[in-house]
């Protein structure tokens, strides 16, 4: 049973829905079949919304409707096109999609089907009930057919606005087999079932839906939660803000000729952060006198005020089924004062500190004594010990510090030599046959069987030029090579930062001749050295199967489906272990950034009006919201200071009715940005204060580097860019890396995708590809579906999470080899995903003896000597041990002049 106030029509046929809420993956012609025209029981234009493509089971098309706000979705309709007698399109089946809290989920039914029935004709409107409703900002209807058809929609929504304002609850997995065979799981839950504890989601005890009578359940599905162990029962509820509480509701059944009882006690903590509750609990002692077979049990919360709420319930018989758990809240005052909440964990600490003193009592005390609400929290709440006890405790307290210090160092090193083993272990099983469905747990550093993703290691490329194959084993070899350079290398002669004794050289070469010409209409930034005849290193490389990896120009499908249609994981980094640096909006790690005194804290950002924005392209979408390639007209250029006509920009938008927070997080982090200001870093221009909001960044004219690589060779004649030119990329590239590295702030996706390109030929690094469709073949895929450019990463910030401007020094050198290669290839390309985790865990545990080397990227063949060598330097094991940008920049502005 649902409240009638929730079965009422959201607005997409009266028009309450604005067309610019409607969008769609594509449509057959937008303006006749565009998404504006999918509004149900409407004959406007087309009739309705067709997708350009015909449905089977391997093409996806959508519709999607923004709500703006959370709603509680109850019903929905679906009708197919009438167009007027003319239309004979509909959709027999369709899949339901939502979206809450930056996450798409997929609608299942209480039996858990995923196809939902849709229409039969082009006239007929067939309602669908949702026996499991749930709680969406965006809903997407994805039509769906087994053969090879065409379709098109006409929908509506039905639902109420979500007023319990929480976004989601941990709870115990319910139990299959409930009372009389019935199932009480919690069917609905949208989270993480981890072991016997449901976490981060939403489902049937807050979907509005209150249980039937228990005496007449029949069916094996219910819409009761139920559990049977006898142990109280903790429930956790987190809500978007803090509010203040004055009422908690709890439907459960009561049925006690077949042990379904009603909780005999009821606690409620509250707490600010979910980690410190205050001891001071509320507690409900329900009556024996119940009569009927369910009931709604009230708990008077005093107006308590926390943002998570944690409820204990003690059950009486052996089943306790609950269906429904609603609070009676309103926010909290805005002026909450930090004195405030300093008094609550001050009050929590103090309650933490009675607790250990004298267990027994507080023990006793908590199970007997119904406390009552301070509202005014202050340290003189609670009694204060006297000397004699308040020395003991102390001295008890820095006991157990020490305790808990000791395991804490035996824990870490006794890991440690877990990940180690671990990495020897599962090494072995990485050149096996695939095993699909295997995930890697960065925290143990597992490593699967290989498994692919989006045909990552299955396209070939037909190498324009031949590469010269080295390994970090045969370089370190390399004495007579280690000689020469001692005495007359550019590099050496610049800083010393290469030596026989730190790459520990031994007696052993073969040797051949390279010849490289040069030819390109850049003669300025052409060098002598690239035309000389070379004697450089040719040794076979570890055995690898040849799988090549290319880059691709051409915009590809997006595969992943924002959450459901990812074939398999390649990379699990669980959301707890994530590191705590990375944000939504930018893969700069800004957070620990210093600033130097020459950077003003206030930044003066322009606005800009969305009217002067013109959008040439969609790139792609970021859990924030879309990423647009746009065309400027009269905004201020940072490297001119003047207004400009026009200009080419890329916006990101965040997604329409964004809460306050997440719009304060992303400004913030755009003033942050803002301070960023180098001719050879991609800027802010200006912030868009419209709904949706949006900040303005720095585009090059000219596309990012693999794009201008490969318009310069079709317009060229396939004459590749010269050995100068290449080197004045990457030196300008090494500029702009080492302002960022004077600032201490860490890129984290240096590549030359993130690199774009001006008229004036100035290189710009950005950090824009991560959000873009064109490049996920080049990303993996998390278990939360964030993209990690592993290819390009070092080791440390893989298997040790370490991120620092030392791992963007590794990268930086993947990028030369990038770019130097005429961005033909990634990186590894003859290696599978698996054989480069694999290479990693060689980096992790070999020394400079033994002889299973990790492998280095090979030297490509306009490549001078010196700068390979820098680059090998950039790949040392030791982060302490690799120079630093303004060291790399200095080196590449003395070879140029050489």
């Known amino acids: 049973m649902i409240s009638a106030q929730c079965i009422i029509p959201l607005g997409m046929e009266e028009g309450k829905i604005p ?174 079932k981890n072991g016997n504890r449901m976490v981060d989601g939403l489902g049937q005890l807050t979907d509005g839906v209150y249980g039937e009578e228990p005496s007449t359940i029949a069916s094996s599905f219910t819409n009761w939660v139920g559990w049977s162990n006898l142990n109280p029962v903790e429930l956790t509820f987190e809500f978007y803000e803090v509010r203040g509480f004055e009422n908690c509701t709890i439907h459960a059944a009561h049925i006690p000729s077949r042990n379904i009882e ?82 609550f964990y001050r009050a929590c600490h103090k309650d933490n500190e009675t607790e250990l003193s004298d267990t027994e009592d507080s023990h006793s005390s908590y199970n007997k004594t119904i406390f009552e609400l301070n509202t005014n929290l202050t340290p003189d709440a609670f009694p204060v010990s006297n000397s004699q006890t308040y020395i003991g405790l102390v001295s008890g307290v820095l006991t157990v510090t020490a305790l808990l210090l000791t395991c ?19 090494t072995a099983l990485l050149c ?85 010409s040069c030819k390109s209409e850049y003669s300025d930034f052409t060098s002598d050295s690239c035309c000389d005849d070379k004697i450089v290193d040719r040794l076979v490389l570890t055995p690898f199967p040849i799988k090549r990896l290319c880059h691709t120009s051409s915009r590809t499908n997006h ?21 705590s640096c990375s944000n939504l909006f ?37 859990n924030f919201g879309l990423v647009h390639l746009c065309e400027a007209k009269g905004i201020h250029s940072p490297d001119s200071n003047t207004i ?27 003033y942050s940005l803002a301070k960023i200001r180098d001719v050879n870093i991609a800027r802010v221009i200006a912030l868009v204060e419209e709904e949706p909001f949006g900040a303005v960044f720095e585009y090059g004219e000219l596309g990012d580097i693999p794009s201008f690589i490969r318009t310069h060779e079709k317009s060229s004649d396939d004459v590749p860019l010269s050995y100068g030119c290449l080197l004045n990329f990457v030196t300008q590239i090494a500029s702009g890396m080492k302002y960022l590295e004077s600032l201490n702030i860490p890129h984290r996706d240096l590549a030359a995708r993130n690199c774009v390109v001006s008229k004036n030929m100035t290189i710009k690094v950005s950090d824009h590809a991560m959000y873009c469709s064109k490049y996920d073949q080049e990303y993996y895929i998390d278990d939360c579906y964030a993209r990690v450019p592993l290819r390009w990463m070092a080791w440390e910030a893989i298997l040790l999470r370490k991120q620092t401007c030392r791992s963007d020094v ?37 020394g400079p003896t033994d002889k299973n080397q990790p492998r280095i990227l090979p030297q490509p063949v306009p490549c001078s000597r010196d700068l390979y060598h820098m680059m090998t330097k950039c790949w040392s094991k030791r982060a302490d041990d690799r120079p630093t940008f303004e060291e790399i920049y200095l080196f590449l502005k003395r070879l140029s002049f050489d």
């Open 586 to 622: 930018t893969s700069l790690q800004i957070e620990d950034a210093v600033h130097p005194s020459h950077v003003s804290d206030s930044c003066n950002l322009h606005h800009v009006s969305r009217h002067r924005l013109k959008i040439l392209d969609k790139l792609g979408e970021g």
């Open 559 to 579: 595969q992943i489906y924002e959450g459901y249609y990812a074939a398999t994981d390649i990379l699990t980094i669980n959301n707890r272990e994530r590191q």
């Open 432 to 516: 096996r046959s695939p095993t699909h469905g295997i995930t890697i747990n960065m925290k143990d550093i597992k490593m699967p069987p290989p498994v692919i993703i989006n045909g990552l290691s299955q396209s070939k490329l037909s190498l324009k030029s031949k590469i010269l194959s080295v390994d970090s084993h045969s370089l370190r070899n390399d004495d007579t090579l280690g000689s020469e350079y001692e005495k007359c290398s550019v590099y050496e002669r610049t800083y010393k930062l290469y030596s026989k004794e730190n790459l520990g050289y031994e007696p052993h070469t073969h040797k051949s001749d390279r010849v490289s």
């Open 19 to 192: 067309d610019n809420a409607i969008t769609a993956s594509s449509s057959y012609e937008m303006k006749s079949v565009g998404p504006q025209n999918a509004r149900i029981r409407q004959e406007k234009n087309g009739g309705a919304w067709c997708p350009k493509a015909q449905i089977s089971s391997d093409i996806r098309e959508y519709l999607e409707v923004d709500l703006t706000n959370n709603h509680l979705i109850t019903w929905t309709e679906t009708q197919g096109r009438f167009g007027n007698g003319q239309g004979q399109e509909y959709a027999e089946t369709f899949f339901l999609e939502y979206w809450r809290d930056l996450k798409w989920y997929q609608y299942k039914t209480m039996k858990g089907d995923k196809v939902l029935r849709g229409n039969s004709n082009t006239y007929l409107v067939e309602k669908q009930k949702l026996d499991l409703p749930f709680v969406a900002s965006r809903v997407r209807f994805v039509p769906y057919s087994q053969h090879p058809r065409t379709v098109c929609m006409r929908v509506e929504i039905y639902g109420c606005v979500w007023e319990q304002q929480i976004t989601k609850y941990s709870a115990p997995k319910g139990e299959t087999f409930g009372p009389n065979g019935c199932n009480v799981e919690d069917s609905s839950y949208d989270g993480i």
């Open 408 to 426: 804490t160092i035996f824990l870490m090193k006794q890991r440690g030599r877990n990940k180690v083993a671990l990495l020897q272990k599962h």
């Open 262 to 343: 009603v909780f005999s006690t009821a606690y409620v903590w509250f707490s600010f952060d979910g980690k410190q509750y205050h001891q001071t609990s509320e507690k409900l002692e329900v009556n024996e006198d119940v009569k009927s077979t369910t009931r709604s049990v009230s708990i008077s919360l005093q107006s308590r005020i926390g943002r998570f709420v944690k409820i204990e319930l003690v059950p009486k018989a052996k089943w306790l089924l609950v269906s429904e758990v609603t609070f009676d809240s309103v926010p909290a005052s805005r002026n909450l004062s930090d004195e405030s909440l300093e008094q």
């Open 810 to 846: 590794w990268s930086y050198a993947i990028t030369v080899w990038e770019i130097l290669m005429n961005c033909a290839e990634v990186p590894y390309a003859d290696l599978t995903s698996e054989q480069v985790l694999e290479n990693f865990s060689r980096w992790y545990h070999c």
């Open 644 to 670: 400009r006509n026009k200009q080419v920009v890329i916006v990101r938008s965040l997604w329409r009715g964004v809460t306050d927070s997440l719009r304060k997080h992303f400004m913030n982090d755009m």
